[in-house]
């Protein structure tokens, strides 16, 4: 960052603090609880932790919209709880980073658009698995049972399913799978 950037003026600085208490802060009280402390001169964090465990989060009923992303219902929660504890590959795909210090292997947004268009003309594409009449899968307005598929595979996520597959192998041998 240049020394002399406009983001590092004291006026700059001071009109981002006032447009995010006069706009952002005034708005998310709407859906949460906001705490605000001075901490020009330190803060204390025994009083941050006091103030936290003294709010009475009891008293925000089920139909309100503050902290209603804290009261999931059963469905939604059973969703996300099978999502994220059975669908392993999911996960793994996000740690999958891009490694920006070998230019070679970096998807240019040509090659990006080239396979979405390739991609978009194979006809039976925008089915996930179970959904696509092409392939005869029936009773597809009543299904009821998400399906999640793992759609790209990448490197991480292929030795990932190739250990998984020496160990249930190996577990089917009686060998020790640790």
């Not at 009891?58 to 999931?72: C, F, G, M, N, S």
């Not at 250990?163 to 640790?178: C, F, M, S, T």
Request: aromatic fraction near 16%.
């Amino acid at each position: 960052m240049k020394k002399n950037a406009k983001a590092l003026t004291e006026k700059y600085m001071t009109d981002i603090e006032l447009e995010y208490k006069k706009t952002y802060l005034p708005y998310f009280e709407n859906w949460s609880l906001i705490l605000c402390y001075d901490w020009s001169e330190g803060g204390d964090f025994e009083l941050i932790l006091e103030d936290i465990e003294n709010i009475d989060f009891e008293k925000y009923a089920d139909h309100e919209t503050i902290l209603a992303d804290w009261r999931l219902e059963k469905g939604i929660y059973r969703y996300y709880a099978r999502l994220y504890s059975s669908n392993g590959h999911i996960l793994l795909r996000n740690m999958d980073l891009m490694r920006y210090d070998c230019p070679e292997l970096i998807i240019t947004g040509a090659d990006t658009k080239a396979w979405y268009d390739v991609w978009e003309k194979v006809e039976d594409s925008v089915y996930s698995a179970g959904y696509n009449p092409m392939k005869g899968d029936k009773n597809l307005l009543t299904k009821t049972d998400f399906y999640f598929t793992k759609d790209y595979v990448t490197p991480l996520l292929e030795k990932y399913y190739e250990r998984k597959k020496r160990l249930a192998e190996r577990k089917k041998q009686g060998l020790d799978v640790n």
